[in-house]
């Protein structure tokens, strides 16, 4: 989907759905999902919690009324699908058109951490922000490895899994997701960053760049992804804070000032200084993150695996809000464990020499768009100068009128060519895309 097709700031009208419901795709009525609860509602559509007519799978349905060149599904299926075999990825089940409205059905997620917040009075043990920052860095990693930046990570677009035996953390809602690179026959493909953009995603949890209006890369979801995780073990020191630049001028002034009082927030410093020196191309340091972290947790003695200390408040939640369908009614204890190989397995690589020309088409065949000019620095400050003389004359007009000077003829020299366009010039980056050898933790 192209960037400039896509509207957040528009809102879409919820969908009602009565319970019991019979949701089906108008041209393939085997698979048929009966709605039991709405369990969301948001910008980009209404979730239902639904299951399939045998009474064999529960799953989530979001559904969004069909609109004139509006399709906000088309990426989160498209982001599905290419992480279908992704375990630790939500997975899509069906979609289709019923009657007016399109639908998509998925996996069915557990409380979001937004809401077990809440249930914790956000309080949480060393150990718990740990562990839940690992498998959380873990799902964003596993997003940027399939191509995608999501640009909206908050805790309420993460959640556990519907089965509490399970320690998944699954990423949700990619309505503002963006496709930051291509690969082709082992080749990467990298977008080239735009100079300004729209602000997307929240500024309670955005980083700095998106406050400045500037591209979006890998590294501005794991800042979102570090923001959250300061607030696990403390409200947000600009919480409160409603104005834009004021939350600005925290993050970027007072940010390391405020960590090194807290002896928690200290020991992640290192963190902050990954990720300020990592650029719109850069690759995050994953396993260098996750090291900190798994170090931090040995020190304190906890452990990856284990119930989760809001086990018992997450259940009660289910209970309460999906009733006795699919939810277990004891704690059994987890043995699940985060491999390190894939906190270290590399797809997407680091640096700037990935990057497309503008001038070729990301989306298409990568072809050189020759009807536009590249926007290299050079062209750049030509546009510019251009500019700026076209204005300096129109001026300079309006003067001589005021005076009386009058229009003086061509000098009679001729007039300037107009230059080649560069594209077709470039050419792609043509490096393979290298693999680190799995590495386990200790």
């Known amino acids: 989907m192209s960037e400039e097709d896509y509207h957040p700031e528009r809102q879409l009208e919820s969908v009602h759905l009565e319970p019991g419901t019979i949701v089906s795709d108008s041209d393939h009525k085997d698979k048929q999902w009966k709605t039991i609860k709405e369990i969301g509602r948001g910008a980009f559509g209404t979730v239902y919690h639904v299951i399939n007519q045998s009474r064999t799978k529960e799953?989530?349905?979001?559904?969004?009324?069909?609109?004139?060149?509006?399709?906000?599904?088309?990426?989160?299926?498209?982001?599905?699908?290419?992480?279908?075999?992704?375990?630790?990825?939500?997975?899509?089940?069906?979609?289709g058109v019923y009657n007016e409205y399109r639908f998509?059905?998925?996996?069915?997620?557990?409380?979001?951490?937004?809401?077990?917040?809440?249930?914790m009075n956000n309080k949480f043990s060393q150990e718990t922000i740990i562990r839940v920052c690992i498998r959380t860095l873990l799902a964003i990693k596993t997003l940027h490895e399939y191509c995608y930046i999501h640009r909206d990570l908050k805790p309420c677009n993460f959640a556990v899994d519907f089965d509490i035996h399970s320690l998944h953390v699954y990423i949700f809602d990619y309505g503002m997701a963006r496709k930051y690179v291509r690969r082709d026959n082992g080749n990467t493909y990298m977008r080239r960053g735009r100079e300004q953009v729209q602000f997307r995603g929240t500024v309670r949890y955005c980083s700095l760049n998106m406050h400045r209006r500037r591209e979006l890369g890998r590294v501005d979801d794991v800042w979102s992804w570090f923001f959250m995780l300061m607030e696990m073990h403390a409200p947000l020191p600009w919480g409160g804070i409603t104005h834009p630049d004021k939350v600005e001028a925290f993050k970027e002034e007072r940010l390391i000032p405020y960590l090194e009082k807290d002896p928690f927030f200290r020991s992640l410093l290192p963190?902050?200084?990954?990720?300020?020196?990592?650029?719109?191309?850069?690759?995050?340091?994953?396993?260098?993150?996750?090291?900190?972290?798994?170090?931090?947790?040995?020190?304190?003695?906890g452990k990856l695996s284990g119930p989760m200390e809001y086990d018992k408040v997450r259940i009660a939640a289910q209970v309460s809000e999906l009733g006795d369908v699919g939810v277990f009614n004891e704690i059994i204890h987890h043995n699940q464990k985060l491999p390190g190989s894939k906190v270290q397995h590399e797809e997407i690589p680091d640096g700037e020499n990935f990057l497309v020309p503008e001038t070729f088409n990301f989306f298409g065949s990568l072809d050189p768009l020759k009807a536009k000019e590249e926007k290299t620095d050079e062209n750049r400050k030509k546009r510019q100068s251009h500019v700026h003389k076209k204005e300096h004359d129109k001026r300079q007009s309006n003067v001589n009128k005021m005076m009386g000077i009058k229009k003086q003829p061509n000098s009679g020299g001729k007039p300037n060519e107009k230059q080649s366009s560069s594209a077709g010039s470039k050419?792609?980056?043509?490096?393979k895309v290298k693999k680190v050898k799995d590495k386990k933790p200790h």
Not at 427 to 431: A, G, K, V
């Open 59 to 95: 799953a989530a349905l979001k559904i969004e009324r069909i609109t004139d060149g509006e399709n906000l599904l088309k990426i989160e299926r498209e982001i599905m699908e290419a992480m279908q075999k992704e375990p630790t990825a939500i997975h899509i089940y069906d979609d």
């Open 427 to 431: 050419t792609l980056p043509q490096s």
């Open 271 to 301: 963190i902050v200084t990954m990720l300020n020196g990592t650029k719109y191309a850069g690759r995050p340091k994953y396993l260098e993150m996750y090291e900190l972290l798994y170090a931090k947790l040995r020190e304190i003695n």
């Open 104 to 119: 998509i059905v998925m996996t069915l997620c557990g409380l979001d951490l937004e809401k077990i917040a809440i249930l």
